[in-house]
Nanobody, 119 residues
Framework: QVQLVESGGGLVQAGGSLRLSCAASGSIFSINTMGWYRQAPGKQRELVTAITSGGSTNYAASVKGRFTISRDNAKNTVYLQMNSLKPEDTAVYYC?????????????WGKGTLVTVSS
């Protein structure tokens, strides 16, 4: 089993920055791609960014150039650096991990951390 715990959310003004962290524990050898999703009030959960174990990344168009995902495999942690935040970035941000090997086909989720951006 894999457990994911997010941290770093909070309240910031537009134009500010936050750095989110997601710490993985448990059967971490079974983790492949990790990423961040978000869900704003009244909207569906959407993919923000993802990173493979090899470091390849993808970003949603809405955050590209402002957000940066990184991964420290030694620390079993993935980060999301968010700069130039906008009110529309307000959402609960969820860490996600894709299973491999014995956990192939499974997705693991954190419980989320709230990011609020004021105008």
């Amino acid at each position: 089993q894999v457990q994911l715990v997010e941290s770093g959310g909070g309240l910031v003004q537009a134009g500010g920055s936050l750095r989110l962290s997601c710490a993985a524990s448990g059967s971490i050898f079974s983790i492949n791609t990790m990423g961040w999703y978000r869900q704003a009030p009244g909207k569906q959960r959407e993919l923000v960014t993802a990173i493979t174990s090899g470091g390849s990344t993808n970003y949603a168009a809405s955050v590209k150039g402002r957000f940066t995902i990184s991964r420290d495999n030694a620390k079993n942690t993935v980060y999301l650096q968010m700069n130039s935040l906008k009110p529309e970035d307000t959402a609960v941000y969820y860490c996600n991990a894709q299973g491999q090997g014995p956990h192939y086909g499974l997705n693991f989720w954190g419980k989320g951390t709230l990011v609020t951006v004021s105008s």
